[in-house]
């Protein structure tokens, strides 16, 4: 159930650009649960700057006759920045009139709800959708929901408990006020309230009119220019101890626990290894705001490092390699609470060394590890599929992943119209795409194409999906002394085009490319970090296409070539890791890139 919104749910979100809650759940369902975190969200939110007035939305049974409830849903969830579903004991199996379960039904209040918020979160990303379980229940698996629900089983839940129901509750308060309170302080929120403010208050009727027109469009651009001013960011790079130290620190990543606060815990954390090279200890850092930071060596008795986290039900997932066995094999760490971790190296009776590169976490909520596995004399390409209930990796076994000469594979994304796995990287002496139609259990090359191959060596090191529905990828090409960037493009997987080269003085390397969920208020949607010689470098492009390097701090990173390996590109200011300094003394680093 939901409370109807208005006919202006744009509009009037436009005009406050306050804070709105959304809260789904089952009349017959846990009530009593409901109408006391309903009515606890209600003073908990009284008078707290950021919040709108009649924050929580509940009730649409109250939608007037002769209204479209789909509509008017939509509508309500249109306006809402977090969607809480309240699950209790009875929500799956609760019975409608034909015998069936109420949730089977496509009309279904609640389902509708939750499908419309999904949705949004899909297209837009400006959406948290929050489970809550009351009454003891139990997170519903994929297999238990309509297909059309099936994301909202792989979304972190919190958990209110009636014994600790006032503890419970602070938590999750506690994280809608930061959450409220970073909405507030987003430059596009901004611009929305003063456009908002600027125009006349028209009917519903005549702003559709006039943003059909694509005269709204041209307000909000025209504002973005004049509240924004020109883009005259730069990258400030975070001086603390912690990054630091007498020996070798890397960062390979970092991810952002903002939708998980609520559990406690650190909203940003980072990892990778610290030690002397030959004896690297797995190492975290943890940061609540990217500036001050705390680091631990996840394990001391081997060398170890990790390549890739991800947000799962019980914590965080960290996947890297270790090689106490005298070659390197996968290992997985995971923890609850950012300080005790649990995990090993998972040990391969096959003799040569195992490298996870990536975690690839796939929409759909499929892990995967990709890298390569030296075999007989060269590497081969390697996938593992990832349980992190099971805490196992299991490499894929295909001879479309070997071959003459070396391959690796680099990077695994979802191609969006076709929903084809795409894995990037090296094969041979060109650039390498395998495809793989069954979730990553046997692959197949792409075929061949002078697009990926030529004189000279190519080498992919990263791609990722567009709001375009297509793939970027990025690497270099390497002839003689010449080093040049370069981009791939594809909508299917199978046909790449090459993009314009990145040329600089100096040999260039594409190492790392990033969508930006939200654009940039100078409209960036891609930044590529690589390198340019021996420093570090940032490109940004507004279509993928054409390429401007960003300044950092006093006109070049100070990196070699760890570079920049990671990046924060939820929400802003961007955030970026990797390390920097000669490669037997490196400090982690930490660059934060501050939209004015």
Excluded: C
Aim: glycine share 10%; net charge negative; hydrophobic share 40%.
């Amino acid at each position: 159930m939901s409370q109807t919104a208005t006919d202006e749910p744009r509009a009037a979100k436009a005009h406050d650009a306050k804070f709105r809650i959304f809260l789904s759940y089952r009349r017959d369902d846990a009530p009593a649960q409901v109408g006391r975190l309903w009515a606890d969200l209600g003073r908990g939110t009284q008078a707290v700057d950021g919040f709108a007035k009649g924050t929580v939305f509940k009730d649409v049974e109250t939608i007037e006759p002769g209204v479209d409830f789909r509509q008017a849903i939509a509508s309500a969830v249109e306006v809402a920045d977090v969607f809480l579903a309240v699950v209790g004991p009875k929500w799956l199996s609760f019975p409608a009139e034909d015998g069936g379960r109420r949730l089977d039904d496509p009309g279904d209040y609640v389902r509708l709800e939750i499908a419309a918020a999904l949705e949004r979160a899909a297209e837009h990303d400006d959406i948290r959708v929050v489970p809550v379980l009351v009454g003891g229940a139990e997170m519903p698996g994929v297999r238990d929901l309509p297909a059309e629900l099936h994301e909202f089983a792989h979304r972190n839940a919190v958990e209110l408990t009636d014994a600790r129901w006032d503890y419970d509750v602070e938590q999750l308060l506690r994280w809608l006020k930061e959450l409220a309170r970073r909405h507030q302080r987003s430059p596009w929120r901004r611009i929305a309230a003063a456009v908002a403010e600027r125009l006349p208050r028209l009917p519903s009727r005549r702003v559709a009119a006039i943003a059909g027109a694509g005269l709204l469009v041209a307000v909000v651009a025209i504002a973005v220019v004049l509240l924004m001013g020109p883009s005259d960011s730069v990258w400030e790079r975070v001086a603390d101890d912690a990054l630091g130290g007498p020996d070798s620190q890397v960062m390979n990543t970092i991810v952002d626990r903002e939708e998980d606060l609520r559990s406690g815990g650190s909203r940003f954390v980072a990892a990778g290894r610290s030690g002397s090279a030959g004896s690297w200890d797995a190492a975290i850092w943890t940061s609540d705001d990217a500036r001050r930071w705390e680091v631990e060596r996840v394990a001391a008795d081997a060398n170890q490092e990790i390549a890739g986290l991800t947000r799962v039900n019980r914590g965080v997932l960290a996947v890297g390699w270790d090689d106490s066995r005298g070659d390197k094999d996968v290992a997985m760490w995971q923890s609850e609470d950012l300080r005790e971790w649990d995990g090993a190296a998972l040990q391969s009776d096959e003799a040569g060394d195992e490298v996870v590169y990536r975690l690839n976490t796939i929409v759909g909520g499929l892990l995967l590890g990709s890298g390569w596995h030296a075999g007989e004399g060269d590497d081969d390409a390697a996938v593992w599929t990832i349980d992190a209930d099971a805490m196992t990796a299991d490499r894929v076994v295909d001879e479309e992943l070997g071959g003459s000469g070396r391959q690796h594979m680099n990077r695994i994304v979802r191609v969006p119209d076709t929903g084809t796995l795409a894995g990037v990287g090296v094969d041979d002496d060109d650039a390498g795409v395998w495809l793989s139609e069954d979730e990553g259990e046997t692959w197949s090359r792409a075929g061949a194409q002078s697009s990926l191959g030529g004189a000279g060596k190519q080498d992919i090191w990263d791609a990722t999906p567009t709001a375009d529905d297509e793939i970027i990828a990025v690497g270099r090409e390497q002839s003689g002394n010449d080093m040049l960037g370069v981009t791939w493009h594809t909508s299917d997987g199978e046909t790449w085009e090459r993009g314009e080269p990145i040329d600089e003085d100096a040999p260039v390397q594409l190492r790392r490319v990033f969508w930006l969920q939200r654009p940039a208020p100078d409209g960036t949607t891609l930044v590529v970090t690589g390198l340019v010689g021996d420093s570090a470098a940032v490109w940004r492009s507004r279509d993928g296409t054409s390429w401007q390097r960003d300044p950092g701090p006093s006109g070049d990173f100070d990196s070699d070539a760890a570079g920049l390996r990671a990046m924060r590109t939820r929400d802003y200011p961007l955030i970026a890791v990797g390390a920097s300094g000669s490669q037997d003394d490196e400090d982690a680093g930490v660059w934060i890139r501050k939209e004015e």
